[in-house]
């Protein structure tokens, strides 16, 4: 257990910062998250968390934040002190980086310089995490590792780049202990619903349903290294308990197209998934990326870290769990 320990973790209520703050909660932490203020909340895949502050014991804590606003970043650092900081959060979505490139840039690339730039003008003795992406590869042929030249193809790839570099630099100018976790497609049921994996399995817990008739999609062709997201933020805690700050690749080393997990998961939930999946050409990126497939051999020898779960059983998980929101949907209007 690790009981005196403080966790700060941008990007909380995403499918990464829930499973990593149950993770951080369960070794004993003190958990302090991020989240932006708005009308309506957004706060489901943490809500099962959260307790009232005046409760003794609480170690869950919530906090405003923008990741534009330096002024606020900068004295958060400095109220919450954290041993370490995760930063997850991001406009994370390939294809609409291609339509929001400015803000993608800003918030998926310079919000990680105002992070590391607060944690130095604040002088905090923590180690921070920079969620890389496999995207920042590109068009570089597979299986890509830690030494793989980056050649990213969306307005998203080239911001994680830039992010990637400037987590680098940190860590060789200033002795920051700063790492970069350069995490390959991850998915599992809390994966939001535009990102193509749920999008896949949800229509297919509609269609099982009768609640939908078809699925439109975009490059079936496309490859990709598909693992568990819940098993990922394991590897992001490894890398900060490492002697040495350094940077890995983690990612399970098979491939997988979107054809192959869509007739999995359609199969799954007894679908012939050639008699629901319709082409749409306006899914497609002004520039693809052929394959993806990482090799996490680094990880595996440094941090004794293996992805358990493959694409064939992700597929498999998430279309039930997703039959079984559909159930209860169901059950709840009567």
């Not at 919450?80 to 400015?102: G, K, N, T």
């Not at 990213?152 to 570099?165: D, F, L, Q, T």
């Not at 860590?171 to 896949?200: C, D, Q, W």
């Not at 349903?209 to 496309?222: I, P, R, S, T, V």
Request: some cysteine; proline content about 5%; hydrophobic content about 40%.
């Amino acid at each position: 257990m690790f009981m005196n320990k403080k966790a700060l973790i941008t990007g909380v209520t995403g499918q990464d910062g829930s499973y990593l703050a149950e993770l951080l909660l369960e070794k004993g932490y003190e958990v302090h998250g991020l989240i932006r203020r708005a009308s309506s909340f957004h706060t489901g895949r943490i809500d099962h968390l959260y307790r009232d502050p005046h409760e003794d014991g609480v170690r869950f804590f919530l906090h405003y934040s923008d990741l534009r606003d330096g002024a606020r970043l900068v004295t958060l650092l400095d109220k919450i002190r954290p041993d370490e900081v995760y930063h997850l959060a991001a406009q994370s979505h390939v294809r609409v980086s291609f339509d929001e490139p400015e803000y993608t840039a800003d918030t998926t690339g310079t919000a990680t310089t105002r992070i590391l730039e607060g944690i130095r003008m604040v002088g905090l003795d923590c180690r921070f995490y920079q969620a890389s992406s496999s995207e920042m590869f590109g068009a570089s042929p597979p299986p890509q590792n830690e030494n793989t030249p980056f050649w990213p193809r969306s307005p998203y790839g080239v911001a994680k780049v830039y992010s990637y570099w400037i987590t680098r630099n940190y860590r060789e100018a200033y002795g920051l202990y700063a790492v970069n976790g350069i995490l390959f497609n991850h998915e599992s049921p809390r994966r939001g619903e535009t990102f193509v994996t749920r999008k896949i399995t949800r229509a297919a817990a509609r269609i099982k349903a009768g609640l939908q008739k078809a699925l439109y999609l975009g490059n079936l062709d496309a490859v990709r290294d598909w693992g568990y997201a819940k098993e990922y933020v394991d590897a992001m805690w490894r890398m900060l308990q490492a002697p040495r700050p350094s940077d890995y690749v983690v990612a399970t080393g098979m491939p997988c197209t979107v054809r192959d997990f869509a007739a999995t998961a359609f199969s799954h939930l007894g679908l012939d998934w050639t008699e629901y999946v319709k082409f749409d050409e306006r899914y497609l990126r002004p520039s693809e990326i052929d394959a993806l497939i990482g090799d996490p051999s680094k990880a595996a020898h440094l941090l004794g870290w293996k992805a358990a779960t493959l694409a064939p059983e992700l597929a498999r998980l998430m279309a039930e769990a997703d039959y079984e929101l559909v159930r209860a949907e169901m059950r709840s209007r009567g």
